[in-house]
């Protein structure tokens, strides 16, 4: 039994044993990987020895073949360099600052011709014309020009035919040229009638038809009005028909416009058919019946109203669509618009004579035989009224509606009485 035992080693020696054959194997291991990383590094070592000789050699060709394409490309200076200079001592190159360029010269300035007395006719159609007029001056004096030219007033014509009376304005407008303009509105139909030497010619703007109570025949105003604004030096814009006289000398309508501290547009409240009953309602709240006037269509305005009148796209716009006969355009747009807009430095007056008293819808018209010293006068100063404040018997500068069979006995009465000369 004993030798049975001898014969078998105990297992804890054969644990020890186990364990020194794998401390014997990583031993080795270890030692054979030193060994290769060894030899590696030494034949990594040679290689990288020689690489910065090849690199080096690689980048001399590079420049040596970039070198010879430059100096194909650039010519070389193969002239002396220049003599040493006689004096011992170092100088350093400077190159002089590039010298700034030249100031642009500044824009002409604008051509007072442009702004004076520009031409009547033109190619615009009514939305630029408008649109050009809004954008002038608004104030007096306010010009992009030196100006010497005095303040003029603007004589706008709306014809529905000839100029008959036209040898009475030529009397009135002589002698006053640089302190007035004329525009013609007329049938686009009719030609040019007028002479060369005549202040009516070559003075009609492009013109539209325009019929009786339509709102055409205001759009005809604005249309006046938009080209007498592209002349700076219109101050003051009266609108007369064909059938409108003076009552007085230019002078006296000259000062009496422009010494003014109000315009002259007729704006009365009226009940009854033609007056607030000729309202719309669809209007409000925009222009409201409290709003709403009536008066005259000749007007006297200065520059400041009349700019805001071409300007205007609130109130105009209603009365082309709702303000149709029996509601006359004419007769309410301009009253409603100053009162609702301008009201107090209207006068609410018209600077024009005219008797409604034989009723009907247009007023009295004035044959040859009417035409008296008398007749004339009491136009002149038959009525009363406020000028600047003061109570004077001087309201009306003109007269309508005259027929052109009366243009012989004023122009016998002229000289005298309305003292053209």
Same mark, same amino acid.
């Given at each position: 039994m004993k030798n049975k035992h001898q014969k078998n080693p105990p297992p804890c020696f054969l644990k020890h044993f186990v364990n020194a054959q794998i401390q014997i194997n990583k031993i080795i291991t270890v030692f054979l990987i030193f060994?290769?990383? #060894? *030899?590696?590094?030494?034949?990594?070592?040679?290689?990288?020895?020689?690489?910065?000789?090849?690199?080096?050699?690689?980048l001399a060709q590079a420049k040596t073949s970039l070198d010879s394409t430059i100096y194909k490309l650039v010519p070389v200076d193969n002239s002396p360099p220049p003599p040493p200079s006689p004096f011992n001592e170092t100088k350093i190159a400077t190159?002089? #600052? *590039?010298?700034?360029?030249p100031p642009q010269p500044s824009p002409p300035p604008p051509s007072k011709a442009a702004y004076v007395k520009p031409s009547a006719m033109h190619d615009m159609e009514d939305s630029e014309l408008l649109w050009r007029a809004s954008m002038v001056p608004k104030r007096s004096g306010a010009y992009p020009f030196k100006n010497d030219t005095k303040p003029k007033v603007a004589f706008m014509f709306l014809t529905r035919g000839d100029l008959a009376l036209a040898p009475l304005w030529e009397r009135f407008f002589k002698g006053h040229e640089g302190l007035y303009s004329v525009y013609v509105h007329a049938n686009p139909d009719s030609g040019e009638t007028m002479p060369e030497n005549s202040v009516f010619h070559g003075r009609r703007v492009p013109s539209k038809n325009v019929t009786w109570g339509e709102p055409n025949m205001v759009q005809a105003e604005r249309r006046l009005l938009a080209n007498a604004l592209l002349d700076l030096t219109n101050q003051r814009f009266i609108l007369l028909s064909e059938s409108c006289i003076p009552l007085f000398n230019f002078k006296t309508v000259y000062d009496y416009v422009m010494d003014s501290t109000q315009t002259f547009v007729e704006a009365y409240d009226l009940p009854g058919a033609v007056g607030r009953d000729r309202y719309r309602k669809k209007m409000s709240p925009t222009i409201k019946l409290e709003h709403w006037r009536k008066g005259s269509q000749w007007f006297e305005v200065d520059r400041q109203l009349a700019l805001e009148v071409v300007s205007d796209t609130s109130y105009f716009p209603l009365f082309e669509k709702y303000c149709v006969p029996s509601c006359y355009s004419d007769e309410h747009y301009l009253p409603t618009y100053v009162s609702i807009r301008s009201w107090k430095k209207n006068s609410n007056r018209t600077l024009h004579w005219v008797d409604w008293s034989r009723g009907g819808p247009h007023p009295s018209r004035y044959q040859r035989t009417d035409v008296t010293y008398e007749f004339l006068n009491k136009m002149r100063f038959g009525t009363t009224c406020e000028y600047n404040g003061k109570s004077t018997n001087m309201c009306h500068m003109f007269a309508r509606k005259f027929m052109p069979n009366t243009l012989d006995r004023l122009l016998r009465f002229a000289p005298k009485l309305l003292q053209f000369n």
């Open positions: 060994v290769s990383g #060894l *030899a590696l590094g030494i034949t990594l070592s040679f290689y990288i020895k020689d690489t910065p000789l090849h690199i080096y050699t690689a190159v002089p #600052l *590039a010298s700034p360029p």
